[in-house]
């Protein structure tokens, strides 16, 4: 009797909760299925019990398995290219997302539904606040290149890791460490104490409250992530682009020994000396801002709010709820409706007058977003990676090794490895025949960690 009560118990729980997954799963889709029945933009491959996770599954299958799913969303976009905006229901893997690849309907989201920034966090990301610490940043940019050079002669390595140890260093120095100059952390306190004195008038002495304590702590962890995912990874694709454009590589040349010498040596004291000489180089900026648009280091979501809605292209108001909404820099950053000529390498959109057809709609250049809730720490990044390059493009050269990471990758391959490749093939290796495609880490860093080799730019060939 125990165990025919045991069973029955254990059959009652079973079919219990499979009666309520199931209820879960339909009241899920029902709302999805409201909105299909109103006419919002999504893929006609819908299932009540799949929902959209075949049809992602289908463009999935076309990228390499490390690729970042964002490319086979920016695949699926071009469906949709007449709203710029679609729907998809991938639950319980993720929630229903609306991904936006317009400008007009993400600064719509963007830029107008949201809450305003807080005034102390402003105040520490200043452009003055950071053209104050671009010493600081220099001297991490000339541990970096000396990094670098001991890799001269030395094989393959990989610039990600570098570029990540870069990227920690400045963001620690530029947060935590003052030393001569002020951190952000202690901008922070000050603009809070100011604020609260100017609120309350003067607080008691060395005392903080713990909402602050709070709200500062999870800032600072959020300013050494983000602070340090990101700028790595641009990093290594500014360089990555800098090896396919060699034109535009002596274009930055001649920009840098115009402004900063022909002694590359000079360059780190003249911008500790005189940090606004980065403004200066135009072309430099240019070229940092169209590696991002063909490489945006990331995208944003935001949460779908009951009665909001957007208008898509065609003019019609789109509901936003039951969903949230993914802004999809990739698919935006390369729409052919407002860039031109969108999946070429050109620079020099970033330096034409208005008017031009290569002049960019500013509203859809966003590898930082825009609005109130822009990174507030894109002035740094800015100035990081203009230093970078000031400091080691003239005589430094770097380019990719695949080539060899693959051969090396083959000859260290198993028994059953081989096997598995006789039968089923080699798998994908590019996205659109890039093979430093980027990959879901955190950021978008590249593949195996861009596997590279570096050289003087007066030698004649790399060492591998």
Known sequence: MA???LFSTAGVLLGTSLAYLVYILYDYRRKINELRQQG??????WSWVTGHLLVLQKYIDKIPPSAAVAFAMRDLSQEFAD???FLMDVWPVYPALFTLFGPETIT?????HNLPKTTVADSCFSTGAMLNNVPHVVDSALVFREKLVENIGKGMFSLDELTTNLAMEVILKVTLKPKEIKSVTSLALEA????RQTKEGAPSKDVLDERFVTYATSQIRLFLFAGTDTSSSMMVYIYHMLAKNPDWLRQLRNEHDEIFGRDPA??????????SLLNSCKLTLAFIKETLRLYAPAGTMRAGIPGMTVTDLQGIEQPIQYAGV???????????RVWTRPTEFLPERFLVAPGHELYPDPTAFRPFEQGPRNCIGQTLVWNELRIVIILTCRDLEIRDAYDDFDAMKEHQMSAWGRWKTSLFGQPIKTVHGDRAYQTDSGGLHPVDGYPCYVKW???????S
């Not at 993914?326 to 052919?336: D, F, G, R, S, Y």
Request: glycine share 0%; hydrophobic share 35%.
């Open 3 to 5: 165990w025919l009560t």
């Open 40 to 45: 919002v933009p999504m893929p006609k491959e």
């Open 83 to 85: 709203t710029e905006i």
């Open 108 to 112: 719509e989201v963007c830029n107008k």
């Open 192 to 195: 809070y104490l100011e604020e």
């Open 266 to 275: 000079e360059a780190a004291s003249l911008l500790k000396e005189t940090p």
């Open 326 to 336: 993914n802004v999809l820099h990739q698919a935006l950053h390369i729409n052919p």
């Open 457 to 463: 730019t007066s030698d004649d060939s790399f060492v």
